[in-house]
């Protein structure tokens, strides 16, 4: 059975600190998703990552994709407040990880 | 240009009724998913159709649960008889896969209350 893990499930940091999600998966899996999820909102594509050593960034946020090691990893960088919330990975068939709940403190 | 539209935003029912929900998935999309999230579950892929014809029905809890696909542009997901335990958020989702792999577009999900 295919199982996807992140770690941590909840994230508490203070602004302008960095900080690293990690995304585990068990099966071979050539490409990798994250998702962000607002309370109470739908989810929203942050990135693709189709091959290994694939590296993409966005404003504060880095994913990058070892398919060798099954892992993937979301830096965050310099935290703002509006980087609160749910972070998701999904790979193969969209299963999903069990989320982290990112909250950035003043 | 119109995301996947799911339909009712909002549902409560009484146990044993049944109940279905509705999505329109982004037209070209080739791919829809029903998801459902809740606390205890996180988000389980309940199933998924590829071209209007189901793929992967595992994630279906029990019978009381069907998903159909009748064309392109219309699924729907129904309980019968819907339970307590069925209350939760339900998201469907739609992706495309003639790029190269691509994300999922999720809908604004239909949240259910079985009382």
């Known amino acids: 059975e295919l199982k996807v893990e992140q770690n941590p499930l909840f994230l508490s940091m203070q602004e302008g600190k960095n900080y690293t999600i990690y995304c585990n998966y068990s099966?071979?899996?050539?490409?990798l998703y994250w998702y962000r999820q607002d309370p109470g909102k739908s989810l929203e594509s942050l990135f693709v990552?189709?091959?290994?050593?694939a590296v993409k960034q966005e404003g504060r946020l880095m994913a990058s994709l070892d398919t060798k090691a099954r892992l993937s990893t979301l830096h965050i960088t310099a935290a703002v407040h509006d980087l609160s919330a749910t972070y998701f990975c999904a790979v193969l068939d969209m299963r999903f990880g069990a989320g982290t709940r990112l909250t950035v403190k003043p | 240009d119109a995301g996947v539209i799911q339909s009712p935003r909002h549902e409560v029912t009484e146990m044993g009724q049944e109940v279905t929900l509705r999505c329109k998935p982004i037209s070209g999309h080739d791919y829809l998913f029903w998801y459902r999230q809740t606390m205890m579950r996180g988000l389980e892929l309940l199933i998924y159709f590829n071209n209007n014809v189901p793929i992967d029905d595992s994630g279906m809890p029990e019978d009381r649960f069907s998903a159909k696909m009748p064309n392109a542009s219309f699924s729907t997901l129904k309980i019968q008889p819907s339970e307590p335990r069925d209350s939760a958020v339900y998201f469907c989702?739609?992706?495309?896969?003639?790029?190269?792999?691509?994300?999922?577009?999720f809908g604004d999900g239909t949240r259910l209350s079985i009382l």
């Open positions: 990552l189709l091959s290994n050593g």
């Open positions: 099966t071979t899996s050539d490409r």
């Open positions: 989702a739609s992706s495309w896969t003639g790029m190269g792999n691509q994300p999922q577009h």
